[in-house]
């Protein structure tokens, strides 16, 4: 629930932001934004879905599975007051940026105590495990660097050195920690959107190894600023993104779920994920288009999966929550086509029109992407909020359903005394209890 209103506020401030007309920079309410959507809505969600992610991929009990999920409401809480001290008093972004990370940590290390656990499991299990540990090293590391800038905006850190630092900050959290999860997750998730799995086992291995590798050489390049590992980094994440796309592309085609939105949002994610690729390139050949890139990246990639993840998976969690684990609920039952169709193109526009405002500097263009896109994340929520509504009804109609079998099937005390008779007695006595209208009923079956 924090992760959906981080992505409806993430909207509204980037409203406030292109009509303030301070989209040609990273500005303090940029920096805001940036963090709301990578941490309030992405990371927080990401986070939580481990927690079901980790016990169902490796059959693994979490270690200190209290301290975990305690570390995600100081998150929540932190991510908030990180985002308003971006806004209004940067004196303040150092110390909250300091909890974020303290939370972020407590949660790495109970997952850390569970993943080390693998003694006992089978070959794929353990190299699961071993694949979220090196995620999370990740995050870690993306944490690490997030708080040294914090502390720099803060004024308690002074360098020349932390003006490369951003670039290789975000890099990294774009494709060692949001990219790289989403890889790995998305082959279990992808297959019950799609009814369809992946025909090309080798393609998993080249795109987490050249993602890890080249997500680690970018950033250390561009920390350091040698063009001699940006490249080669740049490329190797390329290649990991391009063959990601080329995998869940032939899976989406074919697809054999008929719940098609699911699938389209998948399909579009990818699309993004190559442009902003492309963006990415244009940038460290020299062109101004780094705010696209980073638009691109969050939004049009990491945010449209998501939304795909929203409307199959989290459905089922809704069908789940009210009807019992043994549902077999499918999301198309539960939700409006309309609503879904509706919010997939208005998503899609916003993607554009935001994109292309802040590769052009077009503030206008930007201010509509954002509207477009509130309006895209109102309708998704009513489709949510309908969904509940229909689970939570049909589990009450249910209920009063079986308890009124129940009812009818109770004995009639009154009649327990009576002789049961023979077989041939009981027969006669519930054919003359049929009524005429029955008789022609069960004949018309």
């Known amino acids: ?104 940590l407590c949660y790495v290390i109970a997952a850390w105590a569970t993943l080390a656990q693998t003694r006992q499991l089978e070959r794929t299990e353990r190299a699961i495990a071993r694949a979220i540990s090196l995620v999370l090293v990740m995050l870690v590391a993306v944490a690490a660097m997030g708080v040294l800038l914090a502390l720099d905006l803060s004024g308690s850190v002074v360098g020349a050195w932390i003006a490369r630092l951003p670039a290789a900050h975000a890099n990294l959290g774009f494709y060692g920690w949001l990219s790289l999860l989403v890889y790995g997750v998305s082959v279990r998730t992808v297959r019950p959107i799609c009814g369809a799995t992946s025909r090309f086992a080798w393609m998993h291995v080249l795109v987490g190894t050249s993602t890890l590798v080249g997500a680690s050489m970018l950033a250390a390049g561009l920390a350091i600023g040698k063009a001699s590992i940006i490249w080669p980094g740049a490329v190797l994440v390329g290649v990991g993104a391009v063959a990601y796309a080329a995998d869940v592309g032939d899976i989406v085609r074919r697809a054999t779920t008929r719940h098609r939105p699911p699938q389209a949002f998948v399909a579009v994610s990818v699309i993004w994920l190559l442009v902003a690729v492309a963006f990415g390139a244009s940038v460290l050949a020299g062109r101004p288009f780094a705010l696209a890139y980073g638009f691109l990246l969050l939004v049009g990639w990491v945010g449209q999966i998501m939304n795909a993840h929203m409307l199959h998976l989290g459905t089922r969690v809704i069908a789940t929550v009210y009807r019992g684990d043994d549902d077999e609920t499918r999301p198309s039952e539960l939700l409006d086509v309309r609503l879904s169709w509706t919010s997939f193109v208005l998503f899609q526009g916003a993607v554009a029109f935001t994109a292309c405002g802040l590769a052009f500097d077009l503030p206008w263009s930007v201010a509509c992407g954002a509207i477009i896109g509130a309006g895209a994340w109102i309708v998704m929520t009513l489709n949510l909020v309908l969904a509940r509504g229909h689970a939570r009804n049909s589990h009450g109609s249910l209920a009063n359903a079986e308890r009124a079998c129940e009812l009818h099937d109770e004995p009639n005390p009154s009649n327990e005394s009576e002789p049961s008779g023979d077989a041939e007695t009981i027969e006669k006595g519930q054919n003359s209890r049929k009524h005429p209208q029955d008789e022609d009923r069960i004949a018309e079956a």
């Open 1 to 104: 629930m924090f992760a959906q209103a981080a992505a409806g506020l993430s909207w509204m401030l980037l409203l406030w932001i292109a009509l303030h007309g301070s989209i040609d920079s990273i500005s303090g309410p940029a920096l805001a934004w940036i963090h709301l959507v990578a941490i309030g809505w992405f990371s927080v969600a990401a986070l939580a879905v481990l927690l079901h992610v980790i016990p169902g991929f490796t059959d693994l009990r979490w270690r200190f599975e209290g301290v975990a999920r305690a570390s995600l409401g100081v998150l929540a809480v932190g991510v908030v007051a990180f985002a308003l001290s971006l806004f209004a008093a940067q004196r303040f972004a150092g110390i909250t940026a300091v909890a974020i990370a303290a939370a972020l």
